[in-house]
């Protein structure tokens, strides 16, 4: 069984791509687990070395909550520099920095840097690695700081998916 996305998922180690190329060459994997797991129990496999096959489902449960986690960070830190640009009030870019709890006397700190920033971006880097994004509504308030308004609502009525998201937070509830 190939594992399918492979090529992508060079770029996923790397950390070349943009969000969505790394979530969806992770979700591939995680469908590649899922469709082993049914090869396996399918065939009447026996276990390996007291290996439970529903483990290669919750390995890609965890791994699918983490590709979500992923891609709204890295989508909120490849947004928040030109939004800080296209806005160049300070005033705006105080209140959308408050919000992402970084403060201004860190921002202040970085003007004397040659590439401000850059430096500004890796320290709200920093500052969401510490939150995982796994909450809807922490996602939302998020991406509000950048004057995008309930995302998580709008992206999952795109997929025309009646009840995504409860799904999507069962599914995340039960990871944790």
Request: charged residues 30%.
């Amino acid at each position: 069984m190939s594992v399918p996305g492979s090529g992508e998922i060079k770029k996923v180690r790397d950390g070349s791509g943009n969000p969505i190329q790394k979530c969806t060459a992770i979700l591939k994997r995680c469908d590649a687990l899922c469709r082993l797991h049914g090869e396996l129990t399918k065939n009447g496999s026996i276990a390996i070395n007291d290996l439970d096959f529903d483990d290669l489902l919750r390995s890609a449960l965890t791994l699918a909550v983490s590709a979500m986690d992923a891609y709204f960070r890295d989508k909120f830190l490849e947004r928040i520099i030109p939004h800080v640009k296209k806005k160049g009030d300070i005033k705006a870019l105080a209140r959308t920095l408050e919000k992402a709890s970084v403060q201004l006397t860190d921002v202040l700190a970085l003007l004397g840097n040659p590439r401000p920033h850059r430096s500004l971006r890796n320290k709200i880097a920093d500052w969401l690695l510490a939150r995982p994004m796994h909450n809807f509504a922490q996602i939302d308030q998020l991406f509000l700081s950048l004057s995008v308004k309930k995302i998580t609502v709008r992206a999952a009525e795109k997929t025309k998916k009646a009840g995504l998201r409860v799904k999507v937070e069962k599914m995340v509830a039960r990871r944790h």
